[in-house]
């Protein structure tokens, strides 16, 4: 059974989200996901662009708590130049939650995951120790650099160890997992 419903921008084998999600989420192992039932548990579903993301994301989190408290839904998407930071583009989510007719208390059970421009920019930093979340981070060209991030990220979370230069973006990210985490003991 789905346990963890990952929604994100980009298409099918055409992005390197899908590799440095499903890698960070497994490198993770969350403990309330138990035990890993083979390649079902996470589901990850690509929305195209962030207009369909937003839009689907309704749909999405009515299905998992239909399904109970044991499926949760992430959302991955980049927050571009017409937002200056994650709760900006958490709010266009909220308005097209609600006119879906899912209340605060549903909605606030979606864990963001917001990367500022794109999410090359946390592969940068977690590649370099360094990033400007101005400017477009280089494209990465391999998904095996993409995953070793996320497995980084990953190892930074478990240790609980601040990350020094850490961009505004990844924090803001890490908080809203750190509440799931929270919320799931």
């Not at 059970?109 to 794109?118: E, H, S, T």
């Not at 940068?124 to 070793?148: C, M, Q, S, W, Y």
């Amino acid at each position: 059974m789905t346990q963890i419903v990952c929604l994100c921008e980009g298409k099918s084998g055409q992005s390197i989200d899908e590799v440095f999600i499903n890698r960070l989420i497994r490198s993770l192992d969350p403990s309330w996901v138990r035990p890993w039932g083979g390649s079902n548990t996470i589901r990850l579903v690509p929305c195209g662009g962030r207009g369909a993301l937003i839009k689907k994301t309704p749909q999405e989190l009515k299905s998992c708590l239909k399904a109970g408290g044991i499926t949760t839904l992430i959302v991955w998407a980049d927050c571009d130049h017409d937002c200056i930071h994650g709760d900006a583009l958490r709010d266009k989510f909220w308005k097209e939650a609600q006119k879906n007719g899912i209340g605060n208390h549903d909605f606030e059970r979606v864990v963001f995951i917001l990367a500022k421009d794109r999410l090359e920019n946390w592969i940068e930093f977690l590649h370099t120790g360094g990033t400007d979340e101005a400017t477009e981070g280089p494209r990465v060209k391999h998904n095996r650099e993409a995953a070793d991030a996320a497995k980084k990220l990953a190892e930074f979370c478990k240790s609980g160890k601040p990350l020094e230069g850490i961009p505004a973006s990844l924090k803001w990210s890490c908080k809203n997992w750190r509440a799931l985490v929270d919320r799931m003991k």
